[in-house]
């Protein structure tokens, strides 16, 4: 336990929780946000791996969907797994030199906001989960992860979960602490 029920969460807890960083890598694994990365022109003419011919000029996609759901790099590759990340892929990151994983591209023309958006996910992530307890409408059912096609990855169909009743109010306070809800 790295936090305790006594105090909330605090950024520099972050750097301890390993599994809460690898949930957040295998989400972005599994559901990039950007699942087709923009426009790119060869800057020269090449031939890959398998075969194809890219001359010089010709317009590129980069799928990084389906570059992370490959089954030779990742086993069982559309399954959720985050112990992945700590233990067969535990070197991977989000530098842009592991090509299997480029939730926010590679090169000079990557990411700029990589670093404030996975502080900003792992630390709402980790105080929500610390804070709340979450429950599906039926513990039955998996939650629907359908995606619907387009530039960017939203949800086919909405989020429907559970915070218990008193836990409301307390997430109001929670909300009003880090100042995303001003009291009238
Ligand atoms: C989970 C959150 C995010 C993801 C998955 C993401 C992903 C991406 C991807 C895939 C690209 C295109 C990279 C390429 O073409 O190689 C991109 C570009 C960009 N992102 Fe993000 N991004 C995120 C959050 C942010 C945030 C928080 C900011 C700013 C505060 C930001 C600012 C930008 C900008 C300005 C570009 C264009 C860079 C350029 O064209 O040179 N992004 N992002």
Not at 123 to 148: C, N, P, Q, R, W
């Amino acid at each position: 336990m790295h936090v305790g029920k006594h105090r909330l969460l605090e950024e520099t807890d972050i750097r301890n929780m390993v599994y809460l960083q690898a949930i957040v890598k295998e989400t972005l694994r599994l559901y990039p946000p950007e699942p087709v990365i923009g426009l790119r022109a060869a800057i020269e003419d090449c031939t890959l791996s398998t075969g194809y011919r890219i001359p010089f000029g010709t317009q590129l996609m980069v799928n990084a969907w389906k570059i992370q759901r490959d089954e030779r790099v990742w086993p069982e590759p559309h399954d959720f797994q985050p112990e992945r990340f700590l233990t067969t892929n535990k070197d991977m990151d989000f530098q842009g030199q592991t090509f299997e994983l480029i939730p926010f591209g590679s090169g000079r023309r990557s990411c700029p906001g990589v670093s404030l958006a996975l502080k900003m996910l792992h630390f709402i992530l980790g105080s929500f989960l610390h804070s709340f307890k979450v429950a599906t409408l039926s513990e039955l059912e998996d939650v629907d992860m359908t995606e619907s096609p387009g530039l960017t990855n939203p949800k086919a169909t909405p989020l429907e979960v559970l915070i218990p009743h008193s836990v409301i109010i307390v997430m109001y306070l929670w909300l009003s602490h880090l100042s995303m809800i001003q009291p009238e």
